[in-house]
């Protein structure tokens, strides 16, 4: 709801905003890497400030996983620069200006009754949406929970595997339904093993993570 017409496999508007580090083109800024836009209601609310600090203190692990993070509020690049002193932003961080905002509209649904959101947008290497998440202002966003989805996303877009319940780096992985038996035995020799169901189906098909 938050960006109108905009679903997970739509590509990303290219965009041109000023930001803390100069002028961008969205596409380009991207490049070759995964991207995370994050929205925010204003600089200086206090939940974001605390979100924000969090981004920039796991810069190196986003940067590791060769995703670079952008965050846009509907306030001027001059206190996005003042903000940035409160929370130490550091030189992989970009704010942008109202510019971007008008861009990426962000539209409220009409049962939420508090008018400003956050929301998380990834975007892998082909500039398409592949994970969405809207939250109230008044809740901080997990960036634990940001940095798992995107080790799934990375994984599953390049393995032919789907990521379980709770499912954390290094645990075991799901055979995706699509893949028949024999050629899975292929792709994943450290072996595939199905857990029982009532239903006697064996279509729970788990391996180690590739």
Known sequence: AA????????????????????????????GDSWGILF???????????????????????FSKRNVKMIALSIDSVEDHLSWSKVWGTGRREKLSSRTCTRCLTLRVPRNLTLSPCAQVFVFG?????????????????NFDEILRVVDSLQLTAYKKVATPVNWKPGDSVMVIPSLPDD????????????KDLPSGKKYLRYTPQP
């Open 3 to 30: 960006m109108p017409g905009l679903l997970l496999g739509d590509e990303a508007p290219n965009f041109e905003a000023d930001t803390t580090q100069g002028r961008i083109r969205f596409h380009d800024f991207l």
């Open 39 to 61: 929205s925010h209601p204003r600089d200086f609310t206090p939940v974001c400030t605390t979100e924000l600090g969090q981004a920039a203190k796991l810069a190196p692990e």
């Open 125 to 141: 290497p082909d500039k398409k949406l592949k994970l969405s998440i809207l939250y109230p202002a008044t809740t901080g966003r």
């Open 183 to 194: 050629e899975a035995k292929k792709l994943f020799p450290k072996g595939i093993f199905t």
